[in-house]
């Protein structure tokens, strides 16, 4: 099974921005979707962005037009580039891996990231 492994989290100002990585321990199929989600204090897991499995890119409502999730075409490596950062995006984010082809909240799963956004 293809593990995963996120980094990039830390602490930065509001406003500010930060890259998120997460590198899979082989190559991901084609027929996964790839998507970051995020887990703040107290609050359910949610997605914040995906790719199908025929490409189609979403996001949530809350992040839309402030980050961007993109992959390397050696389908090793996903990013979640965060600009404009709010207090509200303070959360631990996971990378994931799902064979359903769409993002469904199963599937292969990275440790975390924590990022926390300062006022």
């Known amino acids: 099974q293809v593990q995963l492994v996120e980094s990039g989290g830390g602490l930065v100002q509001a406003g500010g921005s930060l890259r998120l990585s997460c590198v899979a321990s082989?190559?991901?199929?084609?027929?996964?979707?790839v998507g970051w989600y995020r887990q703040a204090p107290g609050k359910q897991r949610e997605l914040v962005a995906s790719?199908?499995?025929?490409?189609?890119?979403t996001y949530a409502d809350a992040v839309e037009g402030r980050f961007s999730i993109s992959r390397d075409n050696g389908q090793r490596a996903l990013f979640l580039q965060m600009d404009s950062l709010e207090s509200e995006d303070t959360a631990v984010y996971y990378c994931n891996a799902d064979p359903r082809g769409f993002a469904t909240g199963s599937g292969v799963w990275g440790q975390g990231t924590l990022v926390i956004v300062t006022p």
């Open positions: 790719i199908g499995s025929l490409g189609r890119i």
């Open positions: 082989r190559s991901i199929a084609d027929t996964y979707a």
